[in-house]
């Protein structure tokens, strides 16, 4: 039990301590890992008995992309707010279309368009300028 509790606090100090990139790159990790959950139970043979674990999956998938979209700001963000919203908005159509049919057509298409999202925030990520490197004029 201890080292669960301390797994659990290991995960909260990274994610209170991550840049707001890196948080975004954690919750299309996330989400990518939803997606292939559902995905990997909608390939079972006997796929009704996977229903509850299909639907929580995805519905914990478009939980991650809600956050997502909330944590738009269309003042700042612009143009690019704006088509995070749209992009974002088909997500979650197609997510809920492979969450009612429990079929997967959908998902593929997501799952490219989530990684490339990632590798873009990663990116953003890795070249931010790091506070540690910064010039010292202190003295």
Known sequence: MIQNGGYSA??????MTASQAKLIV???AEVIRQI???LELMKKEDIVTQYAAINN???KALDIVG??????DFEKGG???????????????????ANLTKKPQQLPEVLS????????????DANKPDPSRSLNIAG
Not at 67 to 72: H, K, P
């Open 10 to 15: 290991y995960k909260n100090t990274k994610v």
């Open 26 to 28: 954690m919750l299309y």
């Open 36 to 38: 292939n959950i559902a």
């Open 57 to 59: 999956a995805l519905n």
């Open 67 to 72: 956050e997502l979209t909330a944590s738009l």
């Open 79 to 97: 143009d690019i707010a704006r088509n995070l919203f749209s992009v974002y908005s088909y997500f979650t159509r197609e997510i809920n279309e």
């Open 113 to 124: 368009l989530l990684m490339s999202l990632s590798e873009a925030w990663k990116a953003i």
